[in-house]
Structure formats: structure tokens, C-alpha cells
């Protein structure tokens, strides 16, 4: 199985400051045959599901604000979060879809301060 | 609007069994890879389990390999998945979650249902 290792567990920031969260594969997630990342972002607020932020490493779904970024390939990406606002206060994780069994990182929790 | 909506959870005892559904509206169902994945409490995301279009190819975590079983009826835009010989640590929320393609394969899960909540308990 493909291990996902996130980090940081958690952070603290103030409104409008910029965040980094990382995630390592334990294999690489590039598809050779096609030179695609198989890496998404999940956003999971309070109380609800997860929300779809960024697939293929960099791309961001449809809605999704300008301010989240992914970045990275092969075994190391990051999900950078811009000028971060009190409504982006959830759970992130990292989830690897290039095989099964699907595997996710253990989850950031971003407070705002 | 695309809408997938779970039930069937509940209160049970370790060693029953418990059906969880999942009605999909808004979309058309039968196109669509359909997953399961559930979340103890305070935990992160474990997939569970995979179905195809068409039901032809399921698979499954190896830790509920045996004890669950996924399905659909495109005909009734549901997909179900018995979970059977439950253990405590089977609690947690439950979500069917909508799989999307394009030309090089997945690129993730773009609609999520609520979840539903299954503890395992005497």
C-alpha cells in the first residue's frame, strides 16, 4: 500500500498570512506513461464532508479560490494556502488515486488564530 | 444539482449486520465509478470499498475484505454496501463519494454525500 505522510498535524495563523502543508508518498505517484501526478487535496470543514480542492497535483476544482495551490510531483507535494481567511478553517488531506488500495494522509487541522 | 444522500446507519451490536445506501439524483448514475469511505470519530479518511458502472469489478480494503459487500442498481440510481460481523472498531461516519474520469484515468472523488453514522456497540 501507498503510505501518505502529512504534515504539519495542525497549525495556527492569523487571517491573511500564507500557509504550507506537505505530503510524501511512500511510492511516486507520476504515472510514467503519461507523465500525470495522481494526487489530490480534500478540504473538510467542521461537520461536513470532504470537499474536492485540487486534483492532479496542481489543478484546482471548479469554484475553488485562486488562493489554494498544489504543487509538487513524484513523492512530494504541497498545498499552499494564500492570504488564508477565517472561512478556510478545516481539515486537509492528501489522497493518492494512482492505485488501490486509496490512501490518504492523516489530516492537517488549520485554526485560524 | 448533483446530490448523493446516505442512510441505513445506526446503533448495533458487535457481530450484526447493517446495510448503508447511497441515492444518487442530479447526474447520470450508471456512468459513474462509485466508492465508499468512512471516517472514525476524530479520525482521518479510510477508503473502503470500489465499484464500477456497470458492477462488473468491486475491490476492497483489506480490512473489510469478507465482511462488506458493495453493490449498485443503476436502475434505481443506488449504491448499497452490507456491512456484516461488525467490531467496535467499525464505528465512525460512513460516505459514498462520486468518482470522476477523464482521458488519463481518475482525478479524484468531486461530490460527496453527507455521510451516515454507524456505531458498534453492546
Known amino acids: 500500500d501507498i503510505v501518505m505522510t502529512q504534515s504539519p498535524s495542525s497549525l495556527a495563523v492569523s487571517a491573511g498570512e500564507t500557509v504550507t502543508i506537505n505530503c510524501k508518498s511512500s511510492?511516486?505517484?507520476?504515472?510514467?506513461?503519461?507523465?500525470?501526478?495522481?494526487l489530490a487535496w480534500y478540504q473538510q470543514k467542521p461537520g461536513q464532508s470532504p470537499k474536492l480542492l485540487i486534483y492532479?497535483?496542481?489543478t484546482r476544482e471548479s469554484g475553488v479560490p485562486d488562493r489554494f495551490i498544489g504543487s509538487g510531483s513524484g513523492t512530494d507535494f504541497t498545498l499552499t494556502i494564500s492570504s488564508v481567511q477565517a472561512e478556510d478553517l478545516a481539515d486537509y488531506y492528501c489522497?493518492?488515486?494512482?492505485?488501490?488500495?486509496?490512501?490518504f494522509g492523516s489530516g492537517t487541522k488549520l485554526e485560524i488564530k | 444539482e448533483v446530490q448523493l444522500v446516505e442512510s441505513g446507519g445506526g446503533l448495533v451490536q458487535p457481530g450484526s449486520s447493517l446495510k448503508v445506501s447511497c441515492v444518487a439524483s442530479?447526474?447520470?448514475?450508471?456512468?459513474?465509478?462509485m466508492e465508499w469511505f468512512r471516517q472514525a470519530p476524530e479520525n482521518g479518511i479510510e477508503w473502503l470499498a470500489y465499484?464500477?458502472?456497470?458492477?462488473?469489478?468491486?475491490h476492497y480494503a483489506e480490512t473489510v475484505k469478507g465482511r462488506f459487500t458493495i453493490s449498485r442498481d443503476n436502475a434505481k440510481n443506488i449504491v448499497d454496501m452490507q456491512l456484516s460481523s461488525l467490531r467496535s472498531e467499525d464505528t465512525a461516519m460512513y460516505f459514498c463519494?462520486?468518482?470522476?474520469?477523464?482521458?488519463?484515468?481518475?482525478?479524484?472523488?468531486?461530490?460527496w454525500g453527507q455521510g451516515v453514522m454507524v456505531t458498534v456497540s453492546s
Open positions: 463519494a462520486r468518482e470522476s474520469f477523464f482521458k488519463y484515468g481518475s482525478y479524484g472523488f468531486d461530490y
Open positions: 442530479g447526474f447520470t448514475f450508471s456512468r459513474y465509478v
Open positions: 465499484i464500477n458502472t456497470d458492477s462488473s469489478s468491486t
Open positions: 511510492q511516486s505517484l507520476l504515472s510514467s506513461r503519461n507523465q500525470i501526478n495522481y
Open positions: 492532479l497535483a496542481s
Open positions: 489522497q493518492q488515486h494512482y492505485n488501490y488500495p486509496l490512501t
